[in-house]
Structures are given as C-alpha cells and as structure tokens.
T-cell receptor
Framework: DGGITQSPKYLFRKEGQNVTLSCEQN?????MYWYRQDPGQGLRLIYYSQIVNDFQKGDIAEGYSVSREKKESFPLTVTSAQKNPTAFYLCASSIFGQNQPQHFGDGTRLSIL | GQQVMQIPQYQHVQEGEDFTTYCNSS?????IQWYKQRPGGHPVFLIQLVKSGEVKKQKRLTFQFGEAKKNSSLHITATQTTDVGTYFC????????????FGAGTILRVKS
C-alpha cells in the first residue's frame, strides 16, 4: 500500500539536543511538507520541498532544518535553537502543482525533557 | 501574511443536530481544501473547492466557497457520532503554488 511513514511515533529528547524526525513516502509525490500542530493553533508550515535538492522555509522555520536528497525522504531536524520544540509534527506529500490535496503521515509527538 | 480564520473553535452537539464551521481568509484564494482529523489521528483530505460560489456535497456534508473566494463553510446535516473530530479548512494562493495556510480548526463533539 502506498503511503507516508513517519517514525518514531513518540520521541523524547533532553533539552539542548538536536533530534531528527523521519518521513518517507512511496506515493511518488514530488512535493513534501512539514507541519507543526499545537493545541488550538491548527497546522503551521515549517518547511516544504517541491523537488529533490530544493526546499523553502515555511512560516515557522526558525530552529529547524531539512534535507531533500531523495524524492522519497524529507527528514526534519529540530535543533537546540528551537525554543519550544514540544509538539506534534506532521509530514505530508502531494503531487506537484496547483490544487493538489495533501496526504499526511501519522505524525511524531516530540517531547523535550 | 496570509491568514485563515476559522470559527467556532469548538462545538458540542446532540446527535442528529446540524453543525457548521466557517472559514474566512484575509486574501483571495485560488482554492480551499477541507480536512478532517479524528482524535489521535492525522488530517485526511475531504474535498477541494476551486470556483467562485461553488457548492459540493458528500452525503450529509455540504461545502461552499464564497463568491469572492475569501470564505468557505462546511455544514453537516444530522450529525452522527462518527462525525467527531477536528475539521480544518486550508487555503491556497496561486502565487504560492501548493502551499496551504490552515485554519485553527473546529473541534466537533457529538453526544449520543
């Protein structure tokens, strides 16, 4: 079955450590996205990539970094510079172009101890 | 920047009652999409509206896109317990490609 796989489902890290969240898709989608979800605030875009080896900052990119070396993979690193990293992180993908629905993974819940 | 406001934030209805959530954008949208997120789950695409004044129906769900393409609504007729979850609208602007701006969502709870 095609889909988006995020791992792990839950992640705990000590303050000051960088942590990388995995996102893999086998839908052959060109575009991939990372969102952060906090209670009462909906989904906020962190980074997105429309093609391999290219990505753009979203609305809340500070303290995060990404790479897009393969079409299938779009890992997100939460760095120690992110002031409030505890949140639910969602990865999504879509066909490139206008008016395309996004398909979401199951998410990773990150908690900083 | 672009904002999409969604109201109400929360609604608790008796099973069988109707439910409506509204979205308003500060700018004209090229399209608006609606997603549903069940408790503990991830957002799932429901529908997309592209044309001014467009109305689409999916069984008990009716989606509307305003004439000015700045607002949208989702109406559920005769809610059921399976309708519980958070409903998000997400707007796109042509100059931003497929980048979506999500509303904060409306949490729907249904009492049986």
């Amino acid at each position: 079955d095609g889909g988006i796989t995020q791992s792990p489902k839950y992640l705990f890290r000590k303050e000051g450590q960088n942590v990388t969240l995995s996102c893999e898709q086998n839908l052959n989608h060109d575009a991939m996205y990372w969102y952060r979800q906090d209670p009462g605030q909906g989904l906020r875009l962190i980074y997105y990539s429309q093609i391999v080896n290219d990505f753009q900052k979203g609305d809340i990119a500070e303290g995060y970094s990404v790479s897009r070396e393969k079409k299938e993979s779009f890992p997100l690193t939460v760095t120690s510079a992110q002031k409030n990293p505890t949140a639910f992180y969602l990865c999504a993908s879509s066909i490139f172009g206008q008016n395309q629905p996004q398909h979401f993974g199951d998410g990773t819940r990150l908690s900083i101890l | 920047g672009q904002q999409v406001m969604q109201i109400p934030q929360y609604q608790h209805v008796q099973e069988g009652e109707d439910f409506t959530t509204y979205c308003n954008s500060s700018t004209t949208l090229s399209n608006i999409q609606w997603y549903k997120q069940r408790p503990g789950g991830h957002p799932v695409f429901l529908i997309q509206l592209v044309k001014s004044g467009e109305v689409k129906k999916q069984k008990r769900l009716t989606f509307q896109f305003g004439e000015a393409k700045k607002n949208s609504s989702l109406h559920i007729t005769a809610t059921q317990t399976t309708d519980v979850g958070t409903y998000f609208c997400a707007g796109a602007r042509m100059e931003y490609g497929n980048k979506l701006v999500f509303g904060a969502g409306t949490i729907l709870r249904v009492k049986s």
